[in-house]
Nanobody
Framework: QVQLVESGGGLVQAGGSLRLSCAAS????????MSWYRQAPGKQRELVAT???????NYADSVKGRFTISRDNGKNMVYLQMNSLKPEDTGVYYC?????????WGQGTQVTVSS
């Protein structure tokens, strides 16, 4: 059974840091491109960061230089290190494949950045 479980969110002041984790119970994880997505209140879900099976990364312009995506294939984990957080980073953060699968969305983890 496919399961993606996000954790690590919380309330942080602007300029602070958080590290999100995603435990991925999916087949062929080691060869799967994974991404972090987020959904801000009243907005559509957007792609934040991507990491390929080989470790190549890509970021949305809005987070470039502040966020770092990584993975541990031995543990089926994906991480998102978020530094210099801004209020506009507030939202629910999800991990999923890229391209994403509708049936893979988990509960997400809430990130709230106060000004």
């Amino acid at each position: 059974q496919v399961q993606l479980v996000e954790s690590g969110g919380g309330l942080v002041q602007a300029g602070g840091s958080l590290r999100l984790s995603c435990a991925a119970s999916i087949g062929f994880f080691t060869i799967t491109t994974m991404s972090w997505y987020r959904q801000a209140p009243g907005k559509q879900r957007e792609l934040v960061a991507t990491i390929t099976s080989g470790g190549t990364t890509n970021y949305a312009d809005s987070v470039k230089g502040r966020f770092t995506i990584s993975r541990d294939n031995g543990k089926n984990m994906v991480y998102l290190q978020m530094n210099s957080l801004k209020p506009e980073d507030t939202g629910v953060y999800y991990c999923n494949k890229n391209p994403n699968r509708r049936d893979y969305w988990g509960q997400g983890t809430q990130v709230t950045v106060s000004s």
